[in-house]
């Protein structure tokens, strides 16, 4: 076990990974020289070679129409969009190509790529470097949409959507890229999409966040309960956004009967508005009160002065613990 950042973790990952199956070729904008934006590939072109670590002109929709022809064709690519927030240049891709081709050839072609792309806000960066697209991709139906909230996972959740006979939108959020480490194993082990985490048990409080928003969460939780000792609150990470696991989070609310969703995209259409109208078919009758979202605001992702108020923070997290336990 070592201490790393998920820098760290995520380049262990493609290394071990590119090590073992010569069919892995890594392609986008400075993935190679520059090792990405945020040094995740950093040291692979050196290993593994140019053809094998390509660097790309800045061109998102020729990026991925290049991976898809080579997944085609029997090689594993594991593109870059250099952010999130580039990919809709390459959206046509994403909903036409790689989500249908298991279903447009009777399925007979699967299609192995896994793109890769730092997501969501928290570095005080641009709009187009900080949005959470999470919810784009969920309704191209048939691509997976994965997002690590740390070291650990981000190794096997990584690992696991690269062995995927089918295509993944790995979601990397930026802030937790190294604001924190943890022990992660130098073997490879994978983590089973499809599958969520527990992270903490509770008997009061269903709380569901991802990426970033564990940690946020995860700290709000801890201050909380030094105010409220009596209050236990239980947290699930999704780790895969789709398919998501709805049986885990059922067995949760019928336990609690109340739940809080946090998510950094906006409330219209986010994700969390997907899990609560689930809920509401689902398990109704477990709840005690009304789901409670804490999100992004319906606008825009402002500059970076204005982030702090955009994104979900403690105090808003709190406020939502106490507004569900009134409800009886």
């Known amino acids: 076990m070592t201490k790393m950042h998920m820098v760290g973790a995520l380049n262990q990952a493609l290394k071990q990974e590119m090590k073992a199956d010569k069919t892995i070729i890594l392609l986008g904008e400075d993935v190679g020289v520059d090792g990405g934006v945020f040094r995740v590939t950093e040291g692979l072109q050196a290993e593994f070679g140019a053809e094998r670590v390509v660097d790309t ?41 790689m989500g249908e081709i298991r279903q447009r050839s009777n399925g007979t072609f699967h299609l192995p790529i896994v793109v890769r792309a730092p997501s969501a806000g928290g570095i005080h960066a641009l709009e187009h470097h900080s949005e959470s697209p999470e919810s784009f991709f969920i309704h191209a139906q048939g691509l997976k949409v994965v997002c690590p909230s740390g070291p650990y996972d981000a190794k096997g959740l990584l690992l696991a959507s690269i062995r995927s006979p089918d295509p993944v939108i790995f979601l990397e959020p930026k802030k937790i890229y190294r604001s924190f480490k943890e022990e992660v194993p130098e073997e490879q082990y994978v983590i089973e999409l499809g599958k969520a985490n527990i992270l903490r048990q509770g008997n009061d409080i269903t709380v569901v966040a991802w990426g970033a928003m564990v940690q946020l969460c995860l700290g709000a939780i801890d201050e909380f309960k030094t105010e409220n000792p009596n209050v236990s609150i239980e947290l699930i990470d999704p780790r895969t956004l789709w398919p998501f696991d709805f049986e885990t989070l059922y067995a949760s609310i019928k336990k609690t009967g109340r739940l809080i969703i946090v998510h950094e995209a906006p409330k219209a259409l986010g994700l969390g508005a997907e899990i609560s109208a689930r809920v509401n078919e689902k398990a109704i009758f477990s709840l005690k009160g009304p789901v409670i979202r804490v999100t992004g605001l319906d606008i825009p992702f402002p500059q970076y002065a204005l982030e702090e108020y955009y994104l979900p923070d ?12 009134e409800y009886k």
């Open 57 to 97: 002109p800045l061109a998102e929709a020729g990026i991925i129409g290049t991976a898809t022809g080579l997944a085609i064709n029997g090689m594993k690519p594991i593109p870059e969009m250099q952010f999130s927030g580039f990919s809709y240049q390459a959206f046509h891709h994403f909903a036409q190509h």
């Open 314 to 325: 403690s105090f808003r997290v709190k406020k939502a613990f106490r507004q569900s336990l």
